[in-house]
């Protein structure tokens, strides 16, 4: 009886962690998002590849999504799933593809539902605070993917902080 009191005294207590109130989180607009993929489908035509870019939030939902004319139907979800990575990571795609290559701990990343481990997906930071990420799909190559990714992020760079 005495357990049962305790326990429930415990369950009924404040939690301190969980009674602060509010949580103010920065996180990309609309405009911005949308320029952002504009930009890195821009920067992927330019270089001859037909891609698909897209920027979720901080919590990983989709906020733009740009497929270029012509782009392979694939690309949608692959960069959707690369921008969501890398957003729940905090880490470019490609160094979470080199983690998993390289410490046996990780081997089991890329079974996470949602998440594509290849190149083509970074997070958007405002200073050290990640308020979104990038992913793009389609270019023959993770690396190349990257460039135009970055190409996207360069775009609203002076605008995040």
């Known amino acids: ?3 049962l009191c305790l326990l429930a005294s415990l369950a009924l207590a404040p939690m301190p962690a969980l009674s602060q109130g509010l949580v103010v989180e920065r996180t990309l607009s609309a405009g911005l998002a949308a320029e952002a993929v504009a930009a890195a489908v821009e920067a992927c035509a330019g270089r001859g590849h037909r891609v698909t870019a897209a ?5 990983g939902v989709l906020r733009a999504l740009l497929r270029a004319d ?3 139907p ?8 690369k921008a969501y990575t890398a957003a729940s990571m905090r880490a470019t795609t490609s160094q979470i593809l080199e983690t998993v290559r390289t410490n046996p701990g990780a081997l089991r990343l890329p079974d996470i539902e949602g998440f594509l481990v290849v190149g083509g997906g970074m997070p958007i930071r405002a200073g050290d605070e990640v308020v979104g990420a990038i992913g793009v799909g389609g ?8 460039q135009c990714a970055e190409a996207g992020i360069e775009r ?3 605008r995040l902080n």
Do not use: K
Request: charged share 30%; proline share 3%; glycine share 14%.
């Open 74 to 81: 694939h690309t949608v979800s692959s960069a959707r799933a």
């Open 55 to 59: 920027v979720v939030d901080r919590a």
């Open 70 to 72: 012509g782009a392979g």
């Open 139 to 146: 270019a023959p190559g993770g690396h190349l993917d990257d």
């Open 156 to 158: 609203i760079r002076e």
């Open 1 to 3: 009886m005495r357990r």
